[in-house]
Every structure is written in structure tokens, then in C-alpha cells.
Nanobody, 122 residues
Framework: QVQLVESGGGLVQAGDSLRLSCVAPGRTFSTYAMAWFRQAPGKEREFVSAISWSSFTTSYADSVKGRFTISRDNAKNTVYLQMNSLKPEDTAIYYC???????????????WGQGTQVTVSS
């Protein structure tokens, strides 16, 4: 079992930045690919970004490409999502997820955090 704990969400204005963090205590963190998903009210959960266990490979949704950056620090068992130039349409609950091997589909991921709210005002 992998526990994931997100933090860093908040209320910001359009154009501002936020950095989300997700900690996964335990020895197996470095073996998992990690991803961020988000879910806005009334919408399905959608892929945002993913990173391989080695950080060699990253992927992004088109909607965030060029604005968001995913990274990880295996020594700290932490994955980050740096979000710049935030837009009101980025407002959602952001979830951290883990699995073996990269993927961008919700059903592929075995482990999920509880989510952190990001609200971007115009």
C-alpha cells in the first residue's frame, strides 16, 4: 500500500504561480511513476502530468504544456508540480497518483492522494 499526501494548493489570482507537493512515505517511492490529475466541479478527472521513476521521461496535457513542470526528488520521496501563469480554468482539485510505468489514464493508477484544492480567480 502506498500513501500519498498532497499539499500546496490555495487561492491565487490569474497569472500567479503555485507549487504542489506530494509525499509518499516508504521505500518504494523511487520505483513508481508519479502523476498529477485534476478534477473540476462537474467534470471528469483528467490527466495533467506524469514523470517516470528516474525523471528521464515526463509528459503533459496540452492544456498545461509550457506552464506546468513536474519533477521529483526520490531522496525526499516527493513529487512536485510547479504551476506558472495560472488561469481560472486551472481551478480544480489536484490529485497525486502512483503506478508502475508511465500512463495518462485514471484507471491505470493504483494509488491516489486525497487531493488539494487549487482556485484561480480572474
Amino acid at each position: 500500500q502506498v500513501q500519498l499526501v498532497e499539499s500546496g494548493g490555495g487561492l491565487v489570482q490569474a497569472g500567479d504561480s503555485l507549487r504542489l507537493s506530494c509525499v509518499a512515505p516508504g521505500r518504494t517511492f523511487s520505483t513508481y511513476a508519479m502523476a498529477w490529475f485534476r478534477q473540476a466541479p462537474g467534470k471528469e478527472r483528467e490527466f495533467v502530468s506524469a514523470i517516470s521513476w528516474s525523471s528521464f521521461t515526463t509528459s503533459y496535457a496540452d492544456s498545461v504544456k509550457g506552464r506546468f513542470t513536474i519533477s521529483r526528488d526520490n531522496a525526499k520521496n516527493t513529487v512536485y508540480l510547479q504551476m506558472n501563469s495560472l488561469k481560472p480554468e486551472d481551478t480544480a482539485i489536484y490529485y497525486c497518483a502512483a503506478k508502475y510505468g508511465l500512463g495518462n489514464l485514471v484507471h491505470e493508477y493504483n494509488y491516489w492522494g486525497q487531493g488539494t484544492q487549487v482556485t484561480v480567480s480572474s
